[in-house]
Nanobody, 126 residues
């Protein structure tokens, strides 16, 4: 069992930056692919980005490509989401999630993930 806890959310002006962190406990993250999703008010949760177990392969949603960067530190059991050039439309609750070893790669759908955090709010003001 893996427990995931996100942090780093907050209120930022458009054009600003935030770095989200996802801390894991219970098991090492080194064999899990890790993803970030987000859910804006009144909308479905959507895929943002995913990184493979080694950090050598990543995928991004078109809406964040070039602005967001996912990374991981397996020694610290942490995954990061660096968000630059934030826009009001980036406002959402951001969730990190894990795909167990042997799972789908790349995983773009919620049902392909095995573990989820509770989410952290990101609000971007105009």
């Amino acid at each position: 069992q893996v427990q995931l806890v996100e942090s780093g959310g907050g209120l930022v002006q458009a054009g600003g930056s935030l770095r989200l962190s996802c801390a894991a406990s219970g098991r090492t993250l080194s064999t899990y692919a890790m993803g970030w999703f987000r859910q804006a008010p009144g909308k479905e949760r959507e895929f943002v980005t995913i990184i493979n177990w080694s950090g050598g392969s990543t995928y991004y949603a078109d809406s964040v490509k070039g602005r967001f960067t996912i990374s991981r530190d397996n020694a610290k059991n942490l995954v990061y989401l660096q968000m630059n050039s934030l826009k009001p439309e980036d406002t959402a609750v951001y969730y990190c999630a894990a795909v167990a070893y042997g799972g789908v790669w790349p995983a773009f759908r919620e049902d392909e993930y095995d573990y989820w955090g509770q989410g952290t709010q990101v609000t971007v003001s105009a």
